[in-house]
Antibody
Framework: QVQLVESGGGVVQPGRSLRLSCAASGFTFSSYAMHWVRQAPGKGLEWVAVIAYDGDNKHYADSVKGRFTISRDNSKNTLYLQMNSLRAEDTALYHC???????????????WGQGTKVTVSS | EIVLTQSPGTLSLSPGERATLSCRASQSVSSSYLAWYQQKPGQAPRLLIYRASSRATGIPDRFSGSGSGRDFTLTISRLEPEDFAVYYCQQYGSWFTFGQGTKLEIK
């Protein structure tokens, strides 16, 4: 079935780095734009980044621009989020999500992973 | 950045009642690129409505969306026990932003 499974979360000190992965299955991963969305404990949803189906275009929320990098390996059906210079306010559950349609960015997110937890603390 | 403001923050209703949730944007949402999601504790968000009024696959017809421009509404015609959750609106016409959520709780 169509599925996204995140991994790579953990506890990390401020200023350090972490790389998240999102393994996709059950659909043609290389056809869809993909997103990262995070949710701080007890808070709402915050969009983090998007990458085009072919990896050529990427965009970021201002809160992570210059620190986070989104990437994908279509041969491995996997999405990544490299997080550098982590801050306490980056503590959240990180979900990957798929755009509902294959053309462009401007779509709702129809498939979500369960998330991987990132805690930034000394 | 388009800011979405959802109201009310919490809505207390009984099963069988009608729920009306609102989402107001700080500026007009391009092409009605507005979605609604449901999230239950410990679960990922679930897409309910996209393009303001189109139901996602498998969503019961008691869920409906309406609106355009800056004002949008999610209506649940007759609440079922499984509908009590947090609901988020999202605009995806000018990058991506979410509202702060409306908690729908059992009265």
């Amino acid at each position: 079935q169509v599925q996204l499974v995140e991994s790579g979360g953990g506890v990390v000190q401020p200023g350090r780095s972490l790389r998240l992965s999102c393994a996709a299955s059950g659909f043609t991963f290389s056809s869809y734009a993909m997103h990262w969305v995070r949710q701080a404990p007890g808070k709402g949803l915050e969009w983090v980044a998007v990458i085009a189906y072919d990896g050529d275009n990427k965009h970021y929320a201002d809160s992570v621009k210059g620190r986070f990098t989104i990437s994908r390996d279509n041969s491995k059906n996997t999405l990544y989020l490299q997080m550098n210079s982590l801050r306490a306010e980056d503590t959240a559950l990180y979900h990957c999500a798929r755009a509902i349609d294959i053309s462009g960015y401007w779509h709702a997110f129809d498939i979500w992973g369960q998330g991987t937890k990132v805690t930034v603390s000394s | 950045e388009i800011v979405l403001t959802q109201s009310p923050g919490t809505l207390s209703l009984s099963p069988g009642e009608r729920a009306t949730l609102s989402c107001r944007a700080s500026q007009s949402v391009s092409s009605s690129y507005l979605a609604w999601y449901q999230q239950k504790p410990g679960q990922a968000p679930r897409l309910l409505i996209y393009r303001a009024s189109s139901r996602a696959t498998g969503i019961p017809d008691r869920f409906s969306g309406s609106g355009s421009g800056r004002d949008f509404t999610l209506t649940i015609s007759r609440l079922e026990p499984e509908d009590f959750a947090v609901y988020y609106c999202q605009q995806y016409g000018s990058w991506f932003t979410f509202g702060q959520g409306t908690k729908l709780e059992i009265k």
